[in-house]
């Protein structure tokens, strides 16, 4: 049974410019959330999605902005990128239909904004 | 979601129980208490969850207090491989509220020692 993956592992951009982060749910669940965790932090909610839509947002800018596909897989893209942006991604997946809401993460992607 | 209070740090002996507190005062009926572990570099990995019985699955035990305003997490026989942080999240589970995201606080940071 595969778990949540993440791609890319890691990742180095510059100011200003555009990142995607990518990430496939476990077998089976059908909503995605991310998560931004800065150093010493806990994660940070950015925005869920289920059935193709955004349901619930956190407290970031319209700058993060995100995709789900019909295979549940989703996308999480950051326009503008400024250096606070250095943080660890994560992804997390749960079974909205059969109301199992534990989230299961992924590895999560580490991006650096030199 | 209601807000929890965890201590910092907590050191534990290797095969000894580690009891970790979690105090959820304002903690509203229809919410549950979740917990999760994050493993250093790793994304967070669910526990257990549990309304106001107490419960149990092959990683922990998890006790709740009957007026719900605190609960202990139980991990029978330490590891040295269960050092991580651990976090204590309060939110509501139900069909209306899946979107509802996890709001991780600070966690306790526990060392499991030889």
């Known amino acids: 049974d595969a778990g949540v993956t993440q791609s890319p592992t890691h990742l180095i951009k510059t100011r200003g410019q555009q990142v995607t982060l990518r990430c496939s749910p476990k077998s089976g669940h059908d909503t995605v959330s991310w998560y931004q965790q800065a150093l010493g932090q806990g994660p940070q909610f950015i925005f869920q999605y289920y059935e193709e839509e955004e349901r619930q947002r956190g407290n970031f800018p319209d700058r993060f902005s995100g995709h789900q596909f019909p295979n549940y897989s989703s996308e999480l893209n950051v326009n503008a990128l400024l250096l606070g942006d250095s943080a660890l991604y994560l992804c997390?997946?749960?079974?909205?239909?059969?109301?199992?809401?534990?989230?299961?993460f992924g590895p999560g992607t580490r991006l650096t904004v030199t | 979601d209601a807000k929890t209070t965890q201590p910092t740090s907590m050191d534990c002996a290797e095969g000894r129980a580690a009891n970790l507190p979690c105090n959820h005062s304002?903690?509203?009926?229809?919410?549950?208490v979740y917990w999760y572990r994050q493993i250093h570099s790793q994304g967070p990995q669910y526990i257990i969850h549990?309304?106001?019985n107490n419960e149990t699955n092959e990683m922990a035990s998890l006790i709740i207090t009957e007026d719900r305003k605190s609960s202990t997490l139980i991990l029978p026989h330490a590891t040295l491989r269960d050092t991580a942080v651990y976090y204590c999240?309060?939110?509501?589970?139900?069909?209306?509220?899946?979107?509802?995201?996890?709001?991780f606080g600070g966690g306790t940071r526990v060392l499991v020692k030889p």
């Open positions: 999240i309060v939110r509501v589970a139900t069909e209306e509220a899946a979107g509802n995201k996890l709001t």
């Open positions: 997390a997946s749960s079974l909205t239909a059969r109301l199992r809401y534990e989230q299961y």
């Open positions: 304002t903690i509203s009926g229809n919410e549950y």
């Open positions: 549990g309304l106001k």
